[in-house]
């Protein structure tokens, strides 16, 4: 028998689904003390509860809960600022943040049915160091710009070299280096230099 190649599978989306003996009490659980938000649920009494983190969704389905040798992965913006909004509200830590050298920094948890969670961001300084020579440029930009860089540097915990070359870099390849929760944070610094220009801005600056 001839053997039939695999066809090009596009694929956006992928549900987790656990068992739980208590639905409503479980979506509580992940919405209330792991940082999710409720999708639906369906039944009465519940059957089945969907639980949003970001675009990820989860289902949470009315059965007898096995733990064993399962758990679920997801990959954040910002693990620490989720793992430091799960530690407040009691959650029972597995394994505390590290650097992986899988190339995430991530931790896991233990949700109130006994399954297993790990929660990770990418790291983008894994592998070999990349020696270079700095040389200065004379770089003149509008004010308040230049404030919100300096801000966003500190944010992220770069220096201001270090994040201007993250942006060329980025910017070089046609992609952004800003995580979701990153450009949240830029629009509030631009609210608060007072930035109301677009990013096609700079075509029109007059120097005064």
């Known amino acids: ?23 409503l009490a479980a979506a509580d659980f992940y919405t209330e003390k792991l940082g999710f938000t409720l999708s639906f649920t369906w039944g009465e009494p519940a059957t089945i509860a ?18 064993r040798g399962c758990s679920v992965y997801f990959v954040v913006g910002n693990a620490d600022e989720l ?10 830590i597995v394994e505390e943040p590290a650097d992986r050298m899988y190339g995430l920094r991530d931790y896991r948890i233990r949700d109130l049915h006994g399954y297993e969670l790990g929660f990770g ?20 930009l509008e004010k308040r710009l230049a404030a919100l860089l300096h801000d966003l540097a500190a944010h992220k915990r770069m220096s201001l070299s270090s994040c201007l070359e993250e942006t060329l ?10 995580t979701k929760g990153d ?15 677009d990013s096609h801005g700079s075509y029109r600056f007059v120097e005064q």
Request: proline share 7%; net charge negative; hydrophobic share 35%.
């Open 1 to 23: 028998m001839t053997e039939r190649a695999a066809p090009e599978v596009d694929c956006d989306q992928q549900h987790a689904a656990l068992h739980v003996s208590d639905v």
């Open 50 to 67: 969907g639980v949003n983190l970001g675009n990820v969704q989860m289902f949470l389905e009315r059965g007898t809960p096995n733990p």
């Open 83 to 92: 793992y430091q909004f799960q530690r407040a509200n009691g959650v029972e």
């Open 121 to 140: 961001h990418q790291l983008y300084n894994v592998g070999p160091a990349l020696p270079i020579e700095r040389v200065d440029v004379p770089v003149r």
């Open 169 to 178: 870099l980025h910017t070089l390849d046609g992609v952004g280096p800003h």
């Open 183 to 197: 450009l949240r944070h830029i629009q509030q610094l631009k609210q608060k230099h007072g930035i109301d220009y």
